[in-house]
């Protein structure tokens, strides 16, 4: 009797999974990883990043950590400007460190660091492109985004590990905008 019971469970919960996915493929959701981004999207071009900053080679950091968040986070892959589904342009608009306690000879025992960006993500179309495979991007159509670390010299950290990790949560935030709206 236990036997017969379990069979049927087993049988029923096969046979809803199947319904589900056969519902989900034809009102359009996908299932799995593959649901969260845009199913027409297969390769992204990420312009280098435009950093309005004195800090020499933070454009090209940015556009370093939100080419690898995009290869390990999503199905995309990076591709030339010709070749891409989509165009991904980001614009650094500041840089700014703040000392938040000192300690009594005058030294930095806490500072913030903060990044304040824009990003725009375009799927491209054959109507939008231009001869060179190139579209331009109106930043105003973009989301701004901000993200901050702490720099605390007294456990061994340094401006160059707090600066990436204020990088990698900028790139988090723009990879993050790639997903699908519910």
Request: charged share 20%; hydrophobic share 40%; proline share 3%.
């Amino acid at each position: 009797m236990i036997r017969s019971d379990f069979t049927f469970a087993a049988i029923f919960a096969a046979f809803l999974a199947l319904a589900l996915q056969g519902c989900a493929a034809l009102s359009g959701y996908n299932v799995g990883p593959r649901g969260l981004y845009n199913g027409n999207v297969r390769t992204v071009y990420v312009q280098m990043v435009d950093a309005d900053t004195y800090r020499q080679g933070f454009g090209e950091r940015i556009t370093e950590a939100v080419c690898k968040k995009i290869t390990e986070q999503t199905p995309y892959r990076i591709a030339t400007a010709g070749e891409a589904d989509s165009l991904l342009a980001i614009k650094l608009h500041s840089e700014t460190q703040s000392v938040n306690a000192r300690d009594r000879f005058d030294g930095t025992r806490e500072k913030n660091i903060r990044l304040t960006a824009t990003a725009v993500w375009k799927v491209l179309d054959s109507s939008n492109l231009s001869e060179s495979g190139m579209t331009p991007v109106s930043m105003n159509d973009g989301v701004t985004l901000e993200s901050s670390a702490y720099l605390v010299p007294e456990v061994g950290q340094s401006s160059a590990t707090s600066q990436q990790e204020a990088i990698d949560k900028l790139a988090d935030e723009i990879v993050g905008l790639m997903e699908t709206p519910w």
